[in-house]
Structure formats: C-alpha cells, structure tokens
C-alpha cells in the first residue's frame, strides 16, 4: 500500500505541461492499483475523478486512461471531514447529484438555484457558479455518517468566478474549477461517477 501511493505521488510529481501520453498512462495505472489495493472490494466506476490536494489538480480517468486534467483550489484549511471546519474531505466519495444543468457561466447558484444573478468577481467571496457536483462520502467515520458526512455538508466540485485563485488551495472545503472546466465535465460524467481525494 505504502509502495503504491508513493509511486503515485512520484507520478504525479511530474509537471503536467511535461507529462508525454505514457506519463499520463502510468499515472492512470498507478491510481488504479492504488485504488484497487485500497478498495478491495469496490468496483471503479468508468468514470473516476481523482483530486491531488498537494498539486492542486483533478484528473478525469475514463476507461483506465487520462482523459483530462484540470487546475483546481481546494480548502484554505486543510483536509478535514469536521462540521464547521471549512475543511476538503479526504477519501473515496461519488457524485450523489448534479446540480445547474443550463446555467450560463457566471451564473450564481444561491442555496443550488439559479435565480438569474451572475457573481461578482471583485467580491472575492465563495461564490458558486455554473455548475455543481455534490459528493456523498462511501466510507464509513472518514466521510459519512454523524460529523464527518460530506453530503451533509454539502461538500461541491462546482465553479467559480475567482478562477485567478486557482492552482492553490483558497476554498472553504469544496472543490473550485472554472465554469469554463467544470461545464463540459459536468456533461461528461455521470451520478455515481466515483471522486477520490487524497493528500498528494
């Protein structure tokens, strides 16, 4: 397990403007194997998103292969499934529901309704835009159930206007991509798409 994850830190380490088709496809198996070493007894969906927190990115794994990588921000605070902690959950999730279908970029999605407002970039609030993926953690005391559910904490992959913010973490505990990224990500995968996040 531990020889796993650290080649697959090393891969990732690699910078992605240098990553040739190999690279990537290595990567892809890596994530893979560590997926099925951690995970025994669960089927990768054929869609799997996975979130590197250390290098800011989120890669879209379809059919075993890299079909995408993405800049994304994740949370200011650290990792963390606590209630009020405005922390990113650790662990295996899947997308429970997807919120936003139609919604033009830029548009703000207050409490998961678009009501025809359109963020306002100079607030430099956590605004939600676009488009939503709202994760449902799968493993029980990490990221379900009683204090630590990430569904209960509405925990989103979703957009943002603040996009000069992303590469770093700056989130209050979900996952920001830009409109521009998540919309055709959010027509691409399916509910139930399997989300990994891990601190690498």
């Not at 697959?8 to 994530?31: C, Y």
């Not at 800011?56 to 499934?81: C, D, P």
């Not at 936003?100 to 207050?110: A, F, H, I, K, Q």
């Not at 493993?139 to 209960?152: H, I, K, M, R």
Request: proline share 6%; glycine share 12%.
């Amino acid at each position: 397990m531990r020889t796993l994850l650290s080649l697959l830190i090393a891969a990732i380490a690699i910078p992605s403007v240098a990553q040739p088709a190999g690279k990537k496809q290595g990567l892809a198996d890596m994530l893979l194997e560590y997926f099925s070493a951690r995970f025994p007894d669960t089927i990768p969906t054929e869609h799997l998103l996975y979130v590197s927190v250390h290098r800011q990115r989120l890669y879209h794994v379809q059919g075993g292969s890299i079909k995408k990588e993405y800049v994304i921000s994740t949370s200011a605070n650290g990792l963390g499934a606590t209630f009020g902690s405005e922390q990113t959950p650790e662990g295996l999730h899947r997308i429970a529901e997807k919120i936003g279908m139609g919604v033009p970029p830029g548009g703000l999605l207050r409490e998961r309704v678009f009501a025809g407002q359109y963020a306002d970039t100079t607030l430099g609030q956590d605004q939600i835009t676009a488009r939503i993926l709202w994760l449902d953690g799968l493993e029980a005391g990490n990221n379900v159930g009683g204090a630590q559910d990430s569904f209960a904490r509405a925990i989103y992959i979703h957009g943002t206007p603040c996009e000069g913010d992303l590469g770093r973490p700056t989130s209050h505990g979900c996952i920001r991509m830009a409109d521009a990224d998540i919309i055709p990500l959010f027509d691409i995968v399916p509910v139930g798409t399997m989300v990994i996040i891990l601190d690498n």
